[in-house]
């Protein structure tokens, strides 16, 4: 089975079946304070937001998902598109085929085409610097599409319950450290859907490390997608994951908080079930930079084709332009000072990891 082929199955079946994780973001525990009487004009809310040393019109990213075949292309070319109308980020998925075949190269290159001056970002997953990629093959990645950072995809859950997965993932910080060490763009250390945690972060940031996609649980669960794609194949899933396909993982909303904690200086893209602009803002009031999403994008893409996506992210842009508005802010960054309320499962949960969320709501300011 070729890189190619996988990815065309994983597409198939994340928008034809339901790989939602059944567990939530967390983000249900947030509530943003109304403020009834704003003192601002909605026109005049400004959803600009600096990423990366990069001015976004608003704080958005859409996450990794494809290329490497002429499907892939047609999503590549599509999102591009849209990413270059309202001047948000985007992310390619993996690019390990084209390095590999350079007739693939198109189906990622098309994205810098289409969007000349957008934030766009490279691909790799981590479990290739143990077989054999190095700083060539980053070189390669970020060039295909003219990058301004590389996302290395960590996915350890993923790949223990992929057929064919490459589960080697040990030593590998020291290898993301040299890698960093001769890139001239910013490495993105990126989950999948399992969450990043504070820990980890905290070692990642040591070694230069700035920016982080944390792609939290709540959103697409790649457990669940690869036990999906091994059923379909030999009719029960060679490596049957039980509640590990629901359940395991850093949930969203800690994961964001984890992140922050461990790496104040940093960008980060919060991620992994964000659906809608309450979602995304209430993933910056919590101590993203931005918000990121991928599987609505590729649904919505694929049921209403590209006008539907352009009027989903109209949307998603005005629902966290009303949030802030609604809040009493006058722009994204008045979401890292706005009064919130944090209860349930979420303060249970920080409460548990050592961090008292009045504390640290009230250290909120990053810049
Ligand atoms: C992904 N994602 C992904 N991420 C990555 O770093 N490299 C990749 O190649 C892919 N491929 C991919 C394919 C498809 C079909 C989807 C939907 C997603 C993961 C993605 O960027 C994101 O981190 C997770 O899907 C969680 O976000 P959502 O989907 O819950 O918004």
């Not at 920080?350 to 709501?361: A, K, Q, S």
């Amino acid at each position: 089975m070729s890189t190619t082929e996988r990815k065309l199955e994983h597409i198939d079946i994340v928008v034809n079946e339901n790989v939602q994780s059944r567990e939530s973001t967390l983000l249900e525990y947030v509530r943003l304070i109304h403020n009834p009487l704003p003192e601002h004009d909605l026109n005049h809310i400004d959803l600009s937001k600096d990423f990366c040393g990069y001015t976004l019109s608003a704080p958005l990213v859409i996450t990794g998902i494809t290329g490497g075949h002429p499907d892939a292309e047609k999503i590549n070319d599509a999102i591009s598109k849209i990413v270059n109308k309202f001047n948000i980020a985007m992310g390619v998925g993996s690019q390990r085929a084209a390095i590999e075949n350079s007739n693939l190269t198109h189906s990622f290159s098309i994205v810098r085409e289409n969007a000349p001056n957008a934030f766009l970002i490279a691909n790799i997953g981590v479990a290739q610097l143990n077989k054999g990629y190095g700083i060539k093959e980053f070189v390669k990645a970020i060039e295909m599409i003219k990058a301004n950072a590389i996302a290395i995809h960590i996915n350890p859950g993923q790949e223990a319950y992929q057929d064919e997965g490459d589960t080697d993932f040990s030593n590998l910080i020291s290898k993301i450290e040299e890698i960093n060490d001769q890139l001239n763009v910013p490495i993105i250390i990126k989950e999948v859907g399992n969450g990043l945690n504070k820990g980890i972060v905290r070692e990642l940031r040591s070694i230069g490390i700035k920016c982080f996609d944390t792609a939290g649980l709540g959103g697409t669960n790649w457990i669940k997608t690869e036990s999906i794609r091994s059923r379909k194949k030999h009719g029960f899933a060679l490596k049957e994951p039980g509640k590990l396909a629901d359940f395991w993982g850093n949930p969203t909303a800690l994961s964001i908080i984890e992140t922050r904690i461990s790496a104040i200086d940093s960008y980060i893209i919060g991620s992994g079930g964000i659906r809608d602009g309450l979602d995304a803002a209430k993933a910056i009031s919590l101590g993203a930079d931005v918000a990121g999403m991928a599987f609505p994008i590729l649904k919505i893409l694929k049921i209403e084709g590209e006008k539907g996506i352009e009027n989903y992210i109209k949307n998603v842009i005005y629902q966290i332009k009303t949030s802030i508005f609604l809040s009493g802010g006058e722009n994204v960054y008045s979401l890292w000072k706005t009064p919130l309320t944090i209860w349930g499962r979420l303060k249970d949960e920080l409460l548990m990891r050592g961090i008292e969320p009045n504390e640290y709501l009230n250290k909120r300011l990053y810049t």
